[in-house]
């Protein structure tokens, strides 16, 4: 019987319609946003619910962090359940830095209709809207303000693990507390309520030495989190140190995530505008057959009060000294004035 609920609550999932959340029609799945509109359009959209995505940052840098303060915004705009789990600090740190949405007026009805509007005249009772590309959805995706913070008094539905110092730091004892959060609260697809909502889960630093690795080392932990994520309403974002992680250790861990991202710093003089680059190694694929983004290599770009990936990476075209110019000038030159051996 409980056979037959998953998949009746699983084929309805699609069709449910979540705030904060859009369908994709390539992909089929329930999108929901990372709180930053350009890393959406890398992404195709967004991350898929009930998919675990990893993010690895190299050389202590920002961006990993930034990421995830965007992710839960988005989650308290949206109005999203979030459970903010890290070891190295306290995680009611992370909620009191958020960034603040930007309230946009745009895309309001309004009455004014110019004199000479002649062409399409029967659309001249209609109400206009502005047009700009970044408004074409309401209630998916918001643009923040690092420069602002979210009051503390308006954030909600927030968990934080550990809660004390009485909680533990192991693997064990997080999976335990997100399953318990997942079956209690109704984000499991196998358990019917009247109204769905999404979790929004964060793991930051994982694979630290603070975490506590005996009864359940981080390949176990992540093979049973993504099965746990995979039945319910819930998408989890891991964040972790590149440089802390062994290559057998860090295959392994790469294998058991859905969508991985790589942060690395900049070091190419050409580029000084931009802080760092995004490398896609590898996204979620399921209910489709193979997703190509336009490119694997991205530069982000950050500043006062955002954080935005703005151009695609690629090796400079391979320029020409004047003297090799000179020299294809002239044997263009030589080559139009002689004639062809060849007679027809």
Known sequence: MSLNLQSHTISQRKSLKLKGTKTSVTKNQILISTGIVSLDAVLDGGIPIGTVALVEEENYGRNADLITKH?????????????????????EATANDLPKP??????????IVAEDFKIAWRYSQNPMYDS??????ISFGHTFDMSAKIPVNELQNIRYWPADKSQGTSYSELLEHINTIITKNGFSTKIPVEKRNVLRITI???????????DMNVVTFLYKLRILVRSSYATCLITTQAHVIDDVTKCRIEHFVDSVLIFKP?????????????????????????????SVDWATKLTRKKLCIEVKLHLPPCLNTEDDNENIHTKQLSCASTTSVLSF
């Not at 992710?71 to 995680?91: N, Q, T």
């Not at 580029?271 to 193979?290: Q, V």
Request: charged content about 20%; hydrophobic content about 35%.
């Open 71 to 91: 992710f839960i915004a988005e989650g308290v705009v949206s109005d999203h359940s979030i459970l903010i789990a890290d070891v190295e600090r306290k995680p």
């Open 102 to 111: 930007i309230q946009e007026d745009s895309f309001q009805p309004t009455d």
């Open 132 to 137: 700009k590309p970044y408004h074409t959805s």
């Open 204 to 214: 930051s630093n994982l694979f630290s030495p603070i975490w506590d690795s005996n």
């Open 266 to 294: 900049m070091e190419l003089s050409s580029c000084a505008d931009y802080n760092g680059k995004l490398i896609i190694g590898k996204l979620a694929s399921f209910n489709t057959f193979l997703y190509e983004p336009l």
